[in-house]
């Protein structure tokens, strides 16, 4: 542009360059950038600029305009409506839902088995889109089947676990490397060429980890290759659980139980709500009133959480002085301070019928909610300065300061309210208070307070019948978590309470009166009212309340569910689903499942046509793996040790594999059909939890030299890693 004296095109320069472009033959840049990534659109191209270029052939004079007429979508009224056969098979194919899998979908992690639920309420439900797989035409699935087959795991995909041709399989060739399902140590035996001598695995990280990888029938093992033939591609599927605290959650009721959908002005006033918002009871809650006996902590659940148990909790002279030796070794005996109720045998009360049926939840106990202040004294330990306790109607039966026996070195204002002004006229003292509390306590007491172990510490008094709000109201990710007594106030009673914390303390009172409350209402509603299940609600459930489409008829207008898994021919078990099938092996199951989706000929049990949701549970597999024994102490257990060769292995995943063909064979058109695994290999993680327990039951009574067990923090990691490969399941999803 230097040499030119204009800066901008004359019209004369696009008119020559337009007309040149007219009658040049060449095509553009962007075609030609086209061409080169893709070769095989030059006879497109090439097509399509001989049939805008050449005019001979199109009826028109050269160089005249041509009429182009576009057609109309839209119809005009009158017009005929008839489609010819072929275009209508051609739309309502073209109408068929199908999955894909994109490797620009938002998934970030391993799947977890609640997003396949997700899928399953998206097709048929009210569920959201899935942000991990692409589902067209979704509201064209009429039936979904999922199926929970335990034994299948990633290694044996990427040939960690080695597996056979199933015609191989059943020689008996002594050289084959065994594989072991549950041995003294529930650990695989395997040879050194079966599966590396590594450690176990920890969390996978690499995306290649848990992004879904296509199947390939070139790189499978022969057992495996009729997958491929069904699914495009392997889903890692973590099961629920807590990697910090090292337990796996049931991946059947994750996939069973649904959360309530919320409206929109529930997530709005959520978003204004900074304190705990208030359970919501939704359209299938019903109360179940519960006497509170039902809620007095077992004797596991005592312990369990640290306290002190009384000797009339134990049925024999054995766990007796066990639980003398674990006592005093605690300091926790009458030499020490401590006093026992006279309770001699923890039974129940014979309950009237009429306080049955009057609503009187105490079942004809004495009912007494109390709470406790503490201070530090001298040797950092904990000491009484207040009581309060309240009977079941809130009337105060006792409400006093205590003085401990040795010097308060703290007397921690912030929580427990105490002052040295207010303790200095003080003259009760700790065997005092026991000694009423021993006229006032009985067999026919129960006890109510929120982590009651740290008052009955500082009583030092035992009491066997216990009702611990914290435990009946369970922490969201499980014990040994536990919820405030702020929080579940907040969250269930919609009262806020312990506000002077950090500054005057806290009411004894205030908190005693709360615990009561937190009790009656988990009486009126029922043992459920406070746990994971109460927030949710079964998948059966929340799809019973959706519309079948193109079902005028009344009685099956709305989505019907059955559940196919092992069990007794008699059993009359009736859950949320709406139909049961029991069976006894992997072959019934196949038959349940069957019958399931296609319905009964007469309708007498399963209605023609079969119902909307399936889900079933082969078990085989997992029987012959060890994963179903109770494999955290199974030399105790007098069960006998179980191995499989790798020809028994290899000949159980090819007959499971084939049941999934079989299943999969009689599903009709347009089924959305799921196959997890729930868990990876739980041995190791199960035995390692059993020698941590026993290690803790033993370190409470004997010298570090006497134990049978010892815990380091190397058995941690390996426990640690054992969770973290036990979470990783296996899943597959497709559409018929």
């Given at each position: 542009m230097g040499?030119?004296?204009?800066?901008?095109?004359?019209?004369?320069h696009?008119?020559?360059?337009?007309a040149?472009d007219?009658?040049s033959?060449?095509?553009?840049?962007?075609?030609?950038?086209?061409?080169?990534?893709d070769p095989?659109?030059?006879?497109?191209?090439e097509?399509?600029?001989?049939s805008?270029?050449?005019?001979?052939d199109?009826?028109?004079?050269?160089?005249?305009w041509?009429?182009?007429?576009?057609?109309?979508k839209r119809?005009?009224?009158?017009?005929?409506?008839?489609?010819?056969s072929?275009?209508?098979?051609?739309?309502?194919?073209?109408?068929?839902?199908?999955?894909t899998f994109?490797?620009?979908h938002?998934?970030?992690?391993s799947?977890?088995?609640?997003?396949?639920?997700?899928?399953?309420?998206?097709?048929?439900a009210?569920?959201?889109?899935?942000?991990?797989?692409?589902?067209?035409?979704?509201?064209?699935?009429?039936k979904?089947?999922?199926?929970?087959?335990?034994?299948?795991?990633?290694?044996?995909?990427?040939?960690?676990?080695r597996?056979?041709?199933?015609i191989?399989?059943?020689?008996?060739d002594p050289t084959?490397?065994a594989?072991?399902?549950?041995d003294?140590?529930n650990?695989?035996?395997?040879?050194m060429?079966?599966?590396?001598?590594e450690?176990?695995?920890?969390p996978r990280?690499?995306?290649d980890?848990y992004?879904?990888?296509p199947?390939?029938?070139?790189?499978?093992?022969?057992p495996?290759?009729?997958l491929?033939?069904?699914?495009?591609?392997?889903?890692?599927?973590n099961?629920?659980g807590?990697d910090?605290?090292?337990?796996?959650?049931?991946?059947?009721?994750?996939?069973?139980?649904?959360p309530?959908?919320?409206?929109?002005?529930?997530r709005?006033?959520?978003?204004?709500?900074?304190?705990?918002?208030?359970?919501?009871e939704?359209?299938?809650?019903?109360?179940?009133?519960?006497?509170?006996?039902?809620f007095?902590?077992?004797?596991?659940?005592?312990?369990?959480?640290?306290?002190a148990?009384?000797?009339?909790?134990?049925?024999?002279d054995?766990e007796?002085?066990?639980?003398?030796i674990?006592?005093?070794?605690?300091?926790?005996l009458?030499?020490?301070?401590?006093?026992d109720?006279?309770v001699?045998?923890?039974?129940?009360?014979e309950?009237?019928?009429?306080?049955?049926?009057?609503?009187d939840?105490?079942?004809?106990?004495?009912?007494l909610?109390?709470?406790?202040?503490?201070?530090?004294?001298?040797?950092?330990?904990?000491a009484?300065?207040?009581?309060?306790i309240?009977?079941?109607?809130?009337?105060?039966?006792?409400?006093?300061?205590?003085?401990?026996d040795?010097?308060?070195?703290?007397y921690?204002?912030?929580?427990?309210?105490?002052?040295?002004?207010?303790?200095?006229?003080?003259t009760t003292?700790?065997?005092?208070?026991?000694?009423?509390?021993?006229?006032?306590?009985?067999?026919?007491?129960?006890?109510?307070?929120?982590?009651?172990?740290?008052?009955?510490?500082?009583?030092?008094?035992?009491?066997?019948?216990?009702?611990?709000?914290?435990?009946?109201?369970?922490?969201?990710?499980?014990?040994?978590?536990?919820?405030?007594?702020?929080y579940?106030?907040q969250k269930?009673?919609?009262?806020?309470?312990?506000?002077?914390?950090?500054s005057?303390g806290?009411?004894?009172?205030e908190?005693?009166?709360a615990?009561?409350?937190?009790?009656?209402q988990?009486?009126?509603?029922?043992?459920?009212?406070?746990?994971?299940?109460?927030?949710?609600?079964?998948?059966?459930?929340r799809?019973s309340r959706m519309h079948?489409?193109?079902?005028?008829?009344?009685?099956?207008?709305?989505?019907?569910?059955?559940?196919?898994?092992?069990?007794r021919?008699?059993?009359?078990t009736?859950?949320?689903?709406?139909?049961?099938?029991?069976?006894?092996?992997?072959?019934e199951?196949?038959?349940g499942v069957?019958?399931?989706?296609?319905?009964?000929?007469d309708g007498?049990?399963m209605?023609g046509?079969?119902?909307?949701?399936t889900?079933?549970?082969?078990r085989?597999?997992?029987?012959?793996?060890?994963?179903?024994?109770?494999f955290?102490?199974p030399v105790?257990?007098?069960?006998?040790i179980?191995?499989?060769?790798?020809?028994?292995?290899s000949?159980?995943?090819?007959?499971?594999?084939?049941?999934?063909?079989?299943?999969?064979?009689?599903l009709?058109p347009?089924?959305?059909?799921?196959?997890?695994?729930?868990?990876?290999?739980?041995?190791?993680?199960g035995?390692?939890?059993?020698?941590?327990?026993?290690?803790?039951?033993?370190y409470?009574?004997?010298?570090?030299?006497?134990?049978?067990?010892?815990w380091?923090?190397?058995?941690?990691?390996?426990?640690r890693?054992?969770?973290a490969?036990?979470?990783?399941?296996?899943?597959f999803v497709?559409?018929?």
């Amino acid at each position: 542009m230097g040499h030119n004296s204009h800066r901008k095109r004359s019209r004369v320069h696009y008119e020559k360059n337009e007309a040149i472009d007219r009658h040049s033959p060449n095509i553009g840049l962007g075609a030609t950038l086209s061409q080169l990534q893709d070769p095989d659109q030059a006879d497109v191209l090439e097509a399509t600029k001989s049939s805008l270029g050449d005019d001979t052939d199109s009826g028109y004079p050269p160089g005249e305009w041509k009429v182009v007429r576009r057609h109309s979508k839209r119809r005009k009224s009158g017009q005929s409506t008839k489609v010819s056969s072929d275009r209508a098979g051609s739309k309502k194919e073209n109408n068929r839902p199908c999955l894909t899998f994109a490797e620009l979908h938002k998934l970030h992690s391993s799947l977890k088995i609640i997003d396949l639920q997700g899928l399953v309420l998206y097709c048929l439900a009210d569920g959201v889109s899935p942000q991990w797989i692409s589902v067209r035409h979704h509201a064209q699935v009429t039936k979904a089947v999922v199926l929970l087959v335990p034994g299948i795991e990633r290694d044996m995909f990427d040939g960690t676990i080695r597996l056979l041709d199933p015609i191989s399989s059943i020689s008996d060739d002594p050289t084959l490397p065994a594989v072991s399902t549950a041995d003294e140590t529930n650990v695989q035996q395997c040879s050194m060429d079966e599966i590396p001598n590594e450690p176990l695995p920890g969390p996978r990280r690499s995306p290649d980890d848990y992004l879904p990888f296509p199947l390939r029938l070139d790189r499978l093992p022969s057992p495996l290759k009729p997958l491929a033939k069904i699914f495009s591609h392997f889903l890692p599927v973590n099961a629920p659980g807590d990697d910090k605290y090292y337990k796996v959650h049931s991946p059947v009721q994750a996939i069973l139980t649904s959360p309530i959908p919320k409206s929109q002005g529930d997530r709005n006033g959520e978003k204004l709500m900074k304190t705990p918002r208030l359970p919501r009871e939704n359209s299938t809650w019903r109360n179940e009133p519960t006497l509170i006996t039902s809620f007095i902590a077992s004797n596991e659940e005592l312990q369990d959480n640290e306290y002190a148990i009384h000797p009339a909790c134990f049925e024999n002279d054995k766990e007796r002085e066990e639980n003398v030796i674990r006592r005093r070794y605690a300091k926790q005996l009458k030499e020490f301070g401590w006093v026992d109720t006279e309770v001699k045998v923890a039974e129940d009360v014979e309950i009237s019928d009429w306080q049955r049926n009057s609503g009187d939840f105490t079942a004809g106990r004495t009912v007494l909610a109390l709470d406790c202040e503490m201070c530090q004294v001298e040797g950092d330990e904990y000491a009484l300065t207040r009581i309060s306790i309240i009977r079941w109607n809130g009337e105060v039966v006792m409400d006093e300061l205590v003085i401990p026996d040795k010097p308060i070195t703290n007397y921690l204002t912030q929580y427990s309210g105490m002052t040295a002004a207010k303790l200095a006229s003080v003259t009760t003292m700790l065997p005092d208070i026991q000694a009423r509390l021993l006229d006032l306590f009985n067999e026919n007491t129960v006890l109510i307070g929120h982590s009651l172990n740290a008052d009955l510490n500082a009583m030092k008094i035992t009491h066997p019948f216990i009702v611990d709000t914290s435990i009946i109201y369970p922490h969201p990710r499980g014990p040994p978590l536990k919820s405030s007594l702020k929080y579940l106030a907040q969250k269930y009673l919609g009262r806020e309470i312990q506000l002077s914390h950090g500054s005057t303390g806290h009411d004894s009172i205030e908190d005693a009166t709360a615990c009561l409350d937190l009790v009656k209402q988990k009486c009126e509603k029922g043992v459920k009212w406070g746990t994971s299940e109460a927030s949710g609600e079964s998948i059966f459930t929340r799809l019973s309340r959706m519309h079948r489409p193109g079902t005028p008829n009344a009685e099956n207008m709305y989505r019907l569910g059955a559940r196919v898994d092992y069990g007794r021919k008699d059993q009359k078990t009736r859950g949320p689903e709406k139909h049961w099938i029991p069976c006894s092996n992997d072959e019934e199951v196949v038959g349940g499942v069957k019958r399931a989706v296609l319905g009964d000929d007469d309708g007498a049990v399963m209605p023609g046509g079969g119902v909307d949701f399936t889900w079933a549970r082969l078990r085989e597999l997992e029987t012959l793996r060890g994963w179903s024994n109770d494999f955290r102490n199974p030399v105790s257990s007098g069960t006998s040790i179980l191995k499989a060769s790798l020809a028994e292995l290899s000949s159980a995943v090819s007959q499971t594999v084939q049941n999934i063909v079989s299943i999969h064979a009689i599903l009709p058109p347009c089924t959305l059909f799921i196959v997890y695994s729930g868990t990876g290999d739980p041995k190791d993680m199960g035995r390692l939890q059993e020698m941590r327990r026993r290690f803790k039951q033993e370190y409470a009574i004997k010298k570090w030299d006497e134990l049978s067990v010892r815990w380091t923090d190397i058995e941690e990691q390996a426990l640690r890693r054992a969770c973290a490969k036990a979470r990783q399941g296996a899943g597959f999803v497709t559409i018929t």
